[in-house]
């Protein structure tokens, strides 16, 4: 049973990952789900707990994030207020 089980892959670690690079974060989720859960019920996104703080100009901001959503129709982007996303199915 030990030679059937595969082993899972490794992140590669923090220092390999990021020396060099212009990144500035990761982020790797693993697992599953306990109970089923229909996939038109999931977003993927990113979600703040804090205002975005300066932006640049609404007349730049705004274009950009049009020409986004033709790219991805279904993205819901709210920049201001206290809590910014980006969220898409």
């Known amino acids: ?10 992140p590669p ?3 390999s990952y990021f020396d060099g690079k212009k990144r500035k974060f990761q982020a790797i989720v693993q697992g599953h ?3 089923p859960l229909p996939m038109n019920e999931t977003v ?4 703040f707990d804090r ?3 300066k932006l640049p100009a609404r007349w730049i901001v705004t274009p950009f994030v049009k020409f986004i959503s033709t ?7 709210k920049l201001d207020g206290s809590s910014p996303r980006f969220l898409t199915p």
């Open 1 to 10: 049973q030990q030679q059937q089980q595969q082993q899972q892959p490794q």
């Open 13 to 15: 670690n923090e220092k």
């Open 33 to 35: 789900f306990l109970h």
């Open 44 to 47: 993927t996104g990113q979600t």
């Open 51 to 53: 205002p975005a703080g």
């Open 71 to 77: 790219l991805a129709p279904q993205l819901e982007a």
